[in-house]
């Protein structure tokens, strides 16, 4: 069965500063794919970024980073230069490619963006 | 920018009482999930489809909760009768195909059970 845990229920970062925000999984299979979403208080949740189980690079999208380690299973979300708007839920997922391909989601993490 | 649509984005009803929220994809996206996120927690699949067939229902409370996509579109999710533990926010996600594909997120609809 698939796992995601994300330990840190809140983190605080100050403006213009790096934050990461943990995610580890647990998989017996080869093949999936680790994705990051953002959900801001209005509820909608907002793609990121993803990270294949095959991808040699680290993924990355403007500000936002996958430091992807695959022995240790783990894929943390790294965020520069971090802005006020940063300020959400963060979600971790993975999808195994096998069977019916359904995404499991963490629990979260509240990121809060100090000025 | 194509989005994924779902009505109502709240709803308030009482217990014992039938709810059905609406959803309608991205144009084009085969793939369908419905997930309930209860306050707090990470989001939860309740039903997968691939066009108009159930891929996976395994999550489903099917005793009061159904759903349907008929012509591989649009779908519907109903709850009957609701329960007080049925108050969370109800996302509707589409993607091309079931694959590697990114899954984008309708705006949800908050549903509290009173």
């Known amino acids: 069965a698939q796992k995601i845990t994300q330990t840190q229920p809140g983190m605080f970062v100050q403006e213009k500063e790096a934050v990461t925000l943990d995610c580890t999984y647990d998989t017996s299979d080869q093949s999936y794919g680790l994705f990051w979403y953002k959900q801001p208080s209005s509820g909608e949740m907002i793609f990121l970024i993803y990270?294949?189980?095959?991808?040699?690079q680290n993924a990355t999208e403007g500000r936002y980073s996958l430091n992807f380690q695959k022995a240790r299973k783990s894929a943390n979300l790294v965020i520069s230069a971090s802005q006020l708007g940063d300020s959400a839920m963060y979600f971790c997922a993975m999808r195994e490619l096998g069977g019916n391909n359904d995404m499991r989601f963490g629990a979260g993490t509240r990121l809060t963006v100090k000025p | 920018e194509a989005e994924v649509a779902q009505s109502p984005r709240y709803k308030i009803t009482e217990k014992s009482q039938a709810v059905a929220f609406w959803c309608d994809p991205i144009s084009g996206h085969a793939t369908l999930y419905w997930y309930r996120q209860i306050l707090g927690q990470g989001p939860e699949l309740l039903v997968q489809f691939q066009d108009e067939s159930v891929v996976d229902d395994s999550q489903l409370p099917k005793d009061r909760f159904s759903a349907e996509r008929l012509k591989g579109v649009d779908s519907t999710l109903k709850i009957q009768p609701a329960e007080l533990g049925d108050s969370a926010m109800y996302l509707c996600?589409?993607?091309?195909?079931?694959?590697?594909?990114?899954?984008?997120f309708g705006p949800g609809t908050r549903l509290t059970v009173t």
């Open positions: 996600a589409s993607a091309r195909g079931p694959g590697q594909d990114e899954q984008y």
């Open positions: 990270q294949g189980s095959y991808d040699e």
